[in-house]
């Protein structure tokens, strides 16, 4: 058995099945690296795709990756609503208002740049120190303030059925792609639920590059491994062996370095973690190796 070799860091760009939680891909990656792990922004049950799990250390850039830009598939059925506003849910409301592609493209426009949303109240906010979706289990009616998001492209792709359409969203962290579906249709005095979703990007990581996790062993999984330094967008920077010693026990080194963020390699070569320069000093904001 090739288990890898302790300490693990870095990523697995995991496809995730449908029908099975986040928490279950994260813990086969975890039985077979024997490492702490994360993923970086959940997937309901009911949808698929990209799910970046964190390793280790890796798992300190959980905010960075919170802020990226996502990429999915979603498709709509119209004409129904529910409680969790997707068709796993209790049907609360129908109608017989389909809408025709000429109706949806003549709305899209109004739910594309900075806009107003209010998330489901299934969903992991929360109120008061407690889940929205315990809350809304347990019966209770949860009213959640409505926030800011962004959506960079909402594109009809196609009509699926009669009532059914397939859609391609791009959007910032934080956009329920359920919740579009019913503001889009209530945008046409209709209603509709999130009927399959598949992620197909996540803050860099790719669907054609994505593994399920019924093909990792202990014996591959090192093929699969993406190195930490890989998928950060920060310039690289390599130290001395002076300043090595000073910043790796805290102290900024003084550099002639433009103000940001940088990638930071010991002398050796090795990656350290992320440093920020204020344009005189660079100093250690995460140790990632």
């Known amino acids: 058995?090739?288990?890898?070799?302790?300490?693990?860091?870095?990523?697995?760009?995991?496809?995730?099945?449908?029908?099975?939680?986040?928490?279950?891909?994260?813990?086969?990656?975890?039985?077979?690296?024997?490492?702490?792990?994360?993923?970086?922004?959940?997937l309901d049950p009911m949808a698929g795709g990209v799910l970046p799990v964190a390793i280790g250390n890796a798992t300190r850039l959980f905010d960075y990756f919170l802020a990226k830009r996502k990429r999915y598939v979603a498709e709509f059925k119209f004409g129904v609503s529910t409680d969790t506003l997707d068709t796993t849910g209790?049907?609360?409301?129908t109608s017989?208002?389909?809408?025709?592609?000429?109706?949806?493209?003549?709305?899209?426009?109004?739910?594309?740049?900075?806009?107003?949303?209010?998330?489901?109240?299934?969903?992991?906010?929360?109120?008061?120190?407690v889940r929205s979706y315990k809350l809304a289990r347990s019966g209770e009616k949860v009213e959640l303030p409505p926030k800011k998001v962004s959506v960079g492209e909402f594109r009809l792709l196609g009509r699926v059925d009669e009532s059914t359409f397939r859609f391609e969203i791009e959007c910032g962290g934080g956009t329920y792609i359920r919740s579009l579906a019913r503001d889009l249709a209530a945008a046409m005095d209709t209603f509709a639920a999130m009927s399959a979703l598949t992620r197909t990007e996540s803050g860099?990581?790719?669907?054609?590059?994505?593994?399920?996790?019924?093909?990792?062993?202990?014996?591959?999984?090192?093929?699969?491994?993406?190195?930490?330094?890989?998928?950060?967008?920060?310039?690289?920077v390599k130290l001395?062996?002076?300043?090595?010693?000073?910043?790796?026990?805290?102290?900024?080194?003084?550099?002639?370095?433009?103000?940001?963020?940088?990638?930071?390699y010991r002398a050796e070569g090795s990656f350290y973690g992320v440093g920020v320069s204020d344009g005189t000093?660079?100093?250690?904001?995460?140790?990632l190796c």
């Open 90 to 93: 209790t049907v609360l409301q």
């Open 204 to 236: 860099g990581f790719k669907i054609e590059n994505s593994v399920k996790t019924h093909i990792l062993t202990y014996e591959n999984i090192n093929e699969y491994l993406i190195p930490t330094d890989s998928v950060l967008p920060y310039p690289k």
């Open 240 to 264: 001395s062996p002076f300043d090595e010693k000073r910043y790796t026990n805290g102290l900024p080194v003084r550099l002639n370095l433009a103000a940001g963020q940088y990638r930071v």
């Open 96 to 129: 017989t208002a389909i809408p025709t592609e000429e109706d949806i493209e003549r709305v899209l426009p109004s739910l594309v740049g900075e806009i107003l949303q209010i998330p489901p109240a299934y969903s992991a906010k929360s109120v008061n120190g």
């Open 281 to 287: 000093s660079l100093k250690s904001r995460l140790k």
């Open 1 to 42: 058995m090739n288990r890898l070799i302790q300490p693990v860091s870095g990523f697995i760009n995991v496809d995730k099945e449908i029908g099975v939680s986040s928490a279950r891909e994260v813990a086969v990656i975890k039985r077979l690296t024997g490492t702490p792990c994360g993923h970086l922004g959940t």
